[in-house]
């Protein structure tokens, strides 16, 4: 008999929600930064195993509402909490519990088991340290399983995909079964050109940036080869910002632009040509037109 679940992935900015999807998967399907606030929207990642169909939401990890981006992302978490059979919330071990826990657990209010993982063990020297974090993390509300994992080493990842498969119930699946995401093609391409952004970038200038595909699309070559052309626009918020993005003699956009094909190249095991543009749109994080456009609204 098939059998599926939604489990919804919260937690603070920078915690390993996204890390943790794209292990759980087994694809990248997630942008990951060392940048907080790097996830805008909420990211479906499906994995099908046999009859089970377990369907995970990653969402923003952002409680204050600043702009009008920040007031979707916010509305992405409140809307992944609806309709869910389990909840995995992410913590960084290495942080003491606080506000923003709390916060998230008070939005479930008990509703549903709730999974705690807490994440980024790898760089515990000593396992014991652990125990203070899990009776702190413990006490904040009631856990159905504390896992400790490493998204980043794989670690602890099959232990939260087989608790999970135990919220599972009868009912068809909701996607094909050969599906791993949501994601359309051009909005994977954005999100890995974003990502190269948010690390190369410092400051400000990497999180007024949206990127926009303005084309994607195969031609076959003289000697038989075929080659993915893309076509990105990077949308900043500032004039000044463009020339830091663009580098002095181009060489951040020349780094991403690589960065950012090999990534490319890899997930869609295709050669790739990119090519980058940079336009400014003056505080389009407090544009709702230009918000829609990029695909953050969530009205
Ligand atoms: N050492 C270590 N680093 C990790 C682990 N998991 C994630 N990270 C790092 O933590 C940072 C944040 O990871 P993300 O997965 O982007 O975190 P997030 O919770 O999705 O963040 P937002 O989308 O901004 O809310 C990145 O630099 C990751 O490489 C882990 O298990 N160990
Ligand atoms: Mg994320």
Known sequence: MQKSAFIT????????????????????????????????????????????QLVFIDTPGILKERDRLSAHMIKAIDSSLDSIDAAILVADAQKRAGEQERALLAKLSGSVPIILALNKVDLFENKEELIPVIAEYSSLGSFAEVVPISALKNDGVDIIKGLISGYAKPSPHYFPDDRFTDQPERVIVSEIIREKLLELLSDEVPHGIAVDIETMEE????????????????????????????GKRGEMLKNAGRLAREDIERFFMIRTNLQLWVKVKEGWRNREGLIKNFGLSFD
Do not use: F, M, W
């Not at 937690?11 to 790097?38: C, M």
């Not at 075929?226 to 910002?241: F, N, P, Q, R, W």
């Open 9 to 52: 992935i919260i937690g603070r900015p920078n915690a390993g929600k996204s890390s943790l999807l794209n292990a759980i998967i087994g694809e990248k399907i997630a942008a990951v930064s060392s940048k907080p606030q790097t996830t805008r929207t909420k990211i479906t990642g499906v994995l099908t195993e046999g009859e089970t």
């Open 219 to 246: 031609h076959d070559t003289k000697n038989g080869e075929t080659i993915l052309d893309i076509g990105a626009v990077i949308y900043c918020e500032k004039e000044s910002h463009k020339g830091i993005i663009i």
